[in-house]
């Protein structure tokens, strides 16, 4: 993980296989959301 890229992590299937990059924000139809608890 980079720290320059927050909420993206990488990933592999199989030890051999190509590195994926990962973003873990949180979007809804493409807008990304907040982690703020809507009242």
């Known amino acids: 993980m980079d720290s ?3 909420g993206v992590v990488c990933c592999r299937k199989r030890p051999d296989s ?4 990962v ?5 809804f139809d ?3 959301t907040l ?3 809507v009242t």
């Open 4 to 6: 320059s890229k927050p």
């Open 18 to 21: 190509e590195v994926v990059e």
């Open 23 to 27: 973003d873990l924000c949180r979007q």
């Open 30 to 32: 493409g807008v990304l």
């Open 35 to 37: 982690q703020d608890k």
